[in-house]
């Protein structure tokens, strides 16, 4: 079965709706449908559609930058239109990217994870677009870690951010519609938003499970395997490990050149972690941290996916590594002074960092953010459209 993205729903049966209306597109490079072809592409020569302006996000309208890279604004050499970064100066459309804009389009593959930023870009640009009284089009896609798994703790709205925008769960369950239903309302966004639903998707399913093609949103994910380990993985770049970036199994590698890589593997795997197992690997990033060093760790294996829990199996391998390595250990320092830590800001709150320094067990942590996935699961039931 092929389930019908939200983009070829509005296509066949919803295009119409927009005639006479001067669009804006925010897409990336996994804006496409299900033989390949762009978002950019389609709309910009739909005989009903005037798509006069596109916007990037993280990485670029077309895939090119690396993470955390700024993003230039430029004329696309493709369609002639222009493009505006919201990676650069701004991470909102300003009011002169949307003046004589009617409706401004996201297409977006999101990961399913509050810190993967393509989230807070669409939402940002609801906050942006309902300032300048214009309409937003959200055209869904799936949950790519499907949606019946939630995880994490929720954000604490002191620690709001680009990596967490708003109050939720590490995992959410959501597709990038069903959440700016829910951001829209619970959030007091309140913008004019309109949600093209796909056909035939399920919250059960996993992205291979959609019969789709699989095409990376960002450089450093290039996997549905990575995608699956990043809600906890990702929370190694808020520490002194390497998270793999510079490997071929970036979000799969995880290292440092003081970690002896058979007792971690044989440590982890003494622990039976639902849904894997862990392998001795030695790598050399060549961009990242660590660059041009030997690097030694684990390589994680997903081997059930369904059981699998990727933010408790991290907590579970930092207990390990700081217990292990406490001299050598160490969080991340901010990246301007007097701002938060990395892994504060990941995390969404202090607690993940105070529980492993103070040695609390991982069970403990994981219990205490039970009440609030409980209350958010009863928040969404109403947003949901699937």
Same mark, same amino acid.
């Given at each position: 079965m092929t389930v019908r993205l939200g983009l070829e729903v509005f296509l =066949? !049966?919803?295009? !119409? !709706?927009?005639?006479? /209306? *001067?669009?804006?597109?925010?897409?990336? &490079? #996994? #804006?496409?449908? *299900? =033989?390949?072809?762009?978002?950019? !592409?389609?709309?910009? *020569?739909?005989s009903a559609i005037d798509l006069v302006a596109l916007f990037g996000p993280e990485h670029g309208l077309r895939g090119e930058a690396q993470a955390?890279? &700024?993003?230039?604004?430029? /004329?696309?050499?493709?369609t002639g239109l222009p493009v505006h970064s919201l990676y650069g100066e701004t991470r909102w459309p300003t009011p002169d990217m949307l003046r004589g804009i009617d409706a401004i389009i996201i297409d977006l593959q999101d990961g399913g994870v509050r810190f993967y930023t393509f989230l807070a870009t669409a939402l940002y640009v609801m906050e942006a677009a309902a300032a300048a009284d214009c309409k937003v089009i959200l055209l869904d896609r799936p949950a790519p870690i499907s949606g019946a798994r939630i995880e994490g703790p929720m954000l604490d709205a002191d620690f709001a951010s680009f990596v967490g925008p708003y109050p939720m769960p590490i995992r959410y369950g959501m597709t990038i519609g069903e959440m700016a239903r829910m951001a829209n %309302? =619970?959030?007091s966004i309140d913008c004019d938003l309109t949600v093209i639903a796909m056909e035939g998707w399920r919250r059960d399913m996993w992205f291979d499970d959609t019969g789709l093609p699989f095409v990376p949103s960002s450089p450093n994910l290039p %996997?549905?395997?990575?995608?699956t380990l990043y809600p906890g993985t990702c929370l190694i770049e808020g520490s002194n490990l390497s998270e793999g970036r510079g490997t071929t199994k970036p979000f799969e590698y995880i290292g440092a050149p003081w970690i002896d890589a058979l007792q971690l593997a044989d440590q982890l795997n003494d622990l039976n972690l639902d849904g894997a197992r862990f392998r001795p690997v030695y790598f050399v990033p060549t961009f990242g941290k660590n660059q041009g060093e030997l690097c030694a760790g684990a390589h994680i294996h997903v081997t059930d996916r369904e059981r699998f829990q990727p933010v408790a199996m991290i907590l579970n391998l930092l207990q390990a590594v700081i217990e292990n390595y406490p001299e050598d250990f160490a969080w991340r320092a901010p990246w301007a002074a007097g701002s938060t830590a990395p892994i504060d800001l990941l995390s969404g709150s202090t607690a993940i960092r105070e529980s492993l320094d103070a040695r609390r067990p991982v069970e403990e942590l994981i219990a205490s953010w039970q009440p609030g996935i409980e209350d958010f699961l009863k928040a969404r039931q109403k947003y949901l459209l699937y």
């Open positions: =066949e !049966e919803a295009a !119409e !709706e927009a005639a006479g /209306k *001067r669009l804006g597109l925010v897409a990336c &490079p #996994s #804006s496409v449908d *299900r =033989e390949l072809r762009s978002s950019v !592409e389609r709309l910009h *020569r739909h955390g890279a &700024p993003v230039a604004t430029y /004329k696309d050499a493709v %309302t =619970e959030y %996997t549905l395997d990575a995608m």
